[in-house]
Each structure stands twice: as structure tokens, then as C-alpha cells.
């Protein structure tokens, strides 16, 4: 089975920083944790939730740690740096019909 979406399309957004094309690839609802604080957000909350992270934080590199599958999901674990510091970012996406969705995203380390 191919699905249109893969992790690599999500990591390239997070590179660029662009909280928009990330969006594209939320689920309807989205756990978002920043430094220890996790809410679940609308799509659209979710959006400026990064667009503001990521302009608050201009991202310099973003390099994938670690990936894999599990079951219908796939994630994958990376070191975000950005002009404020080092953050350990953990995304997880999950299958919902014929798209992979994210559906959680932590980002931790930097205040």
C-alpha cells in the first residue's frame, strides 16, 4: 500500500521552517508539546501555534536521529536546531484512510 504522505515530506517542511506546508499534513485535531506544555489543537490552531514557534525561532538545520513503523504509524525523533537553541523534536504520524496524518508533535529542550 502508498501512501501520499511520508515522514521525509513533513521533515522537509520542518527545515524550512514553514508551519504552513506543515499543516497540510495534520489531523484534524494535533497534540502539540513546547517545553513540557501539551495541548491538543484544531488544524488551524495548530498552524499558528508553529508559524509562531518557527518565527520566534528561525530554524538552522534539522537532522532526523531516528525513524521507523509501527503498525498503521510511522515517526521519527530529530535534533532541531534553531537561533535559540537545540530542540529534540518527535513527530508522529498515523494512517487515516488513504492519507498519514501527523498527530502529535513534541518539540523539547530549548526554553
Known amino acids: 500500500m502508498s501512501f501520499a504522505t511520508s515522514i521525509d515530506e513533513v ?3 520542518i527545515k524550512l ?3 504552513g506546508r ?3 499534513y495534520f489531523d484534524a ?3 502539540i508539546s513546547l517545553n513540557e506544555r501539551t495541548h491538543a489543537y484544531s488544524k488551524s ?3 499558528m501555534i ?3 514557534f518557527f518565527s520566534n525561532k528561525a530554524v538552522k538545520t534539522f537532522r532526523v536521529v531516528h525513524s521507523g513503523n509501527s503498525n498503521d504509524a510511522e515517526y521519527c525523533v530529530g535534533s532541531l536546531s534553531t537561533q535559540s537553541g537545540d530542540f529534540r523534536t518527535t513527530i508522529y504520524m498515523k494512517i487515516k484512510g488513504d492519507k498519514k496524518l501527523i498527530q502529535e508533535m ?3 529542550g530549548a526554553p
Request: charged content about 40%; overall charge negative.
Open 11 to 13: 521533515v522537509s517542511a
Open 17 to 19: 521552517g514553514d508551519a
Open 22 to 24: 506543515l499543516s497540510r
Open 29 to 31: 485535531t494535533v497534540e
Open 45 to 47: 490552531q495548530a498552524e
Open 50 to 52: 508553529l508559524r509562531d
Open 106 to 108: 513534541r518539540f523539547e
